[in-house]
């Protein structure tokens, strides 16, 4: 496979954010969210993903940068309610009003609170048994993910829902990392955007890390399935683009 994580190159109407931070372990990050940009007259244009708490700003100037500023978003579609993923969606829509939010039927009761996130509850199962040294960076990650505020679903899809965004994109539920996680394919374009379904390392595409999946089995089955959509190309969240030249992943 051909690494093109490092590129912020457009693909059509599909742009390509590249948001770079410092991560928690003080090492150079970058996160890719996309933007369905739409130049056929629909006047739709629909943000992947939204990053992190407090990364409005950046997004602001990536966007910006891509020639797409963040006034012009009529959507944002959520993949999973993970606190990288969707983090920063109550400041996105508080400050821009008028972005619907868009996710999958089963995520949304988590996006909206009336359930409780499933990475919190799961930290609350397993605290009593970590060890003393590793409670306090557990009760911090709980307390930031209580500290999500809700936010409004305004369009609750399914797998195989269509839109003429882009040429014609369709939702490709991907469960396993979370069990509402959904891809995009973009049809037109030959490309996918993964979400955390598979992400780009070291010019390849790879299963997100197996520890983080809800259940890995689904998750090895929904790489397998977009996989199986033969496309030119991936658009991954965490690593960027990469453009196969063996359709197959591991």
């Known amino acids: 496979m051909t690494d093109r994580s490092n590129s912020s190159k457009n693909i059509g109407d599909i742009l390509i954010l590249k948001i770079p931070f410092i991560d928690d372990g003080g090492e150079e990050n970058a996160i890719f969210p996309a933007v369905l940009a739409c130049g056929d007259g629909l006047g739709e244009k629909i943000l992947i993903d939204c990053g992190y708490p407090g990364f409005l700003r950046k997004l602001e100037e990536a966007s910006d940068m891509a020639g797409c500023p963040l006034p012009k978003i009529t959507s944002v579609i959520i993949t999973h309610h993970d606190?990288?993923?969707?983090?920063?969606?109550?400041?996105?829509?508080?400050?821009?009003?008028?972005?619907?939010?868009?996710?999958?039927?089963?995520?949304?009761?988590?996006i909206e609170k009336e359930k409780k996130n499933l990475r919190l509850a799961h930290s609350e199962a397993v605290y009593?048994?970590?060890?003393?040294?590793?409670?306090?960076?557990?009760?911090?990650?709980?307390?930031?993910?209580?500290?999500?505020?809700?936010?409004?679903?305004?369009?609750?899809?399914?797998?195989?829902?269509?839109?003429?965004?882009?040429?014609?994109?369709?939702?490709v539920a991907t469960p396993g990392h979370m069990p509402g996680?959904?891809?995009?394919?973009?049809?037109?374009?030959?490309?996918?955007?993964?979400?955390?379904?598979?992400?780009?390392?070291?010019?390849?595409?790879?299963?997100?890390?197996?520890?983080?999946?809800?259940?890995?089995?689904?998750?090895?089955?929904?790489?397998?399935?977009?996989?199986?959509?033969?496309?030119?190309?991936?658009?991954?969240?965490?690593?960027?683009?990469?453009?196969?030249?063996?359709?197959?992943?591991?």
């Open 181 to 250: 996680h959904i891809s995009l394919y973009v049809r037109a374009h030959r490309t996918v955007v993964t979400g955390d379904a598979l992400v780009a390392i070291n010019g390849r595409l790879r299963l997100a890390n197996p520890s983080y999946a809800m259940n890995v089995q689904e998750a090895k089955a929904s790489a397998k399935k977009l996989a199986g959509l033969n496309a030119d190309r991936f658009i991954c969240y965490h690593g960027g683009v990469v453009v196969p030249d063996r359709r197959r992943t591991r």
């Open 83 to 110: 606190y990288d993923h969707c983090g920063g969606l109550f400041e996105l829509t508080e400050k821009y009003p008028r972005i619907r939010v868009i996710a999958s039927e089963l995520d949304a009761p988590y």
């Open 128 to 171: 009593d048994t970590l060890p003393e040294h590793l409670r306090p960076e557990a009760k911090f990650f709980q307390d930031s993910l209580e500290a999500l505020r809700p936010v409004k679903v305004d369009i609750a899809v399914r797998d195989g829902d269509s839109f003429p965004w882009c040429g014609g994109t369709e939702i």
